[in-house]
């Protein structure tokens, strides 16, 4: 009786445990592609910060939109100012979701595991409801994840009409992330 | 008369050498050099986190730019962690203990070197460019630093 006690205890400890932990990194990569006849235009942003909690499948991201840089300095002012994303006003882009299949992922188990995940994307201080995958790889303890998706820059109320913006960037642009997370106690 | 034509003709010549001209300068406008750029102010890491705690968009509005020539910075306060980031460039975040949040400071591939052999708990100067400013989000459960890039130590 006492052994089983025990063991209870110890059960409800380790999960209460490792339910605290979160999976966290404030250097993630962010990369957004556009491609046009005209000319491709590529941004990175190293600045990502992002969360995890295994235990909820709660996802999180928080993307500082003046990090992304571009090859040309020209482009980058075009792409921070009112016309565009507007960063000055919106300095943030958010996520908000969560793992819907949760079941399906074993976050101790080497392994690459592809999660969906559905919440709310805000861009340029509009939100919308989106579902997309998300791959999480496990490896000996370290956990990364990859997406890529496609967003329509109306839907978030970008909007480019006429002048060489309009023929050189695309009306979808392509968006890829990976994290490397490191896990965080609570 | 032919005088007369001639002159428009070599004023049209000029104007267009000027418009493609001013054309290929903004084609290959250099990035701004953010080490070379005079410094808007130097502050105290945790003065820095309060301004934009305590009136968010107040601090927003002195500090960031509207096509993202934010301002550059000189920040002071005391090396809390040392990390690399996915690109490999150095990460120091000032901070102090009692400070829920602090100053993330992201140094480049040029002056990565200079972090080399700083320890937790040094006080430092750091001259870079803010990028956002802190906050926390309620409803995302995250505590978020300044974040401030093309950083290097200032002597």
């Known amino acids: 009786m006492k052994k089983l006690v025990l063991t209870l205890f110890i059960a409800v400890i380790s999960i209460a445990a490792f339910g605290q932990n979160k999976l966290s990194t404030t250097s993630g990569h962010v990369k957004f592609f556009s491609s046009t006849p005209a000319e491709d235009i590529e941004a990175n942003n190293y600045k990502v910060i992002s969360k995890i909690i295994p235990s909820t499948g709660s996802v999180v991201f928080s993307i500082p939109m003046q990090s992304f840089e571009f090859e040309k300095a020209l482009m980058q002012k075009h792409y921070n100012s009112k016309k565009f994303l507007d960063t000055k006003t919106f300095p943030k882009s958010k996520f908000k979701g969560t793992i819907t299949n949760l079941t399906d992922i074993d976050f101790t188990k080497n392994g690459t595991y592809e999660a969906a995940v559905t919440g709310t994307l805000t861009i340029h201080g509009v939100s919308k409801e989106v579902s997309e995958k998300f791959a999480i790889t496990v490896k000996d303890g370290n956990i990364t994840g990859v997406t890529e998706f496609d967003i329509v820059l109306a839907d978030y109320g970008i909007i480019f009409k006429g002048g060489k913006p309009s023929t050189n960037i695309s009306k979808t642009v392509k968006i890829t992330s990976n994290l490397n997370y490191s896990k965080e106690s609570a | ?155």
């Not at chain 2, 418009?19 to 300068?25: E, M, P, Q, S, T």
């Not at chain 2, 500090?63 to 690399?84: F, H, P, R």
Request: one cysteine or more; hydrophobic letters at 45%; proline letters at 1%.
């Open chain 2, 1 to 155: 008369m032919a005088s007369m034509k001639s002159k428009i003709f070599k004023l049209i010549a000029i104007l267009v050498i000027i418009a493609l001209g001013y054309g290929v300068y903004m084609w290959f406008m250099p990035h701004r050099n953010i080490q070379n750029t005079k410094a808007f102010a130097t502050i105290d890491a945790t003065t820095l986190v309060n301004e934009f705690l305590s009136d968010n968009k107040k601090a927003t509005n002195l500090y960031l730019d509207s096509e993202g020539e934010s301002k550059v910075l000189i920040v002071t306060g005391n090396i809390a962690t040392i990390s690399e980031d996915q690109l490999g460039q150095q990460v120091i975040v000032l901070k102090n203990a009692s400070d829920k949040m602090g100053v993330s400071c992201t140094f480049t591939v040029e002056t990565n070197k200079q972090v080399e052999n700083l320890k937790i708990g040094t006080p430092v100067k750091i001259k870079g460019v803010i990028r956002s400013g802190a906050e926390y989000d309620e409803d995302l459960d995250l505590a978020e630093n300044v974040i401030i890039e093309k950083s290097a130590i200032v002597k």
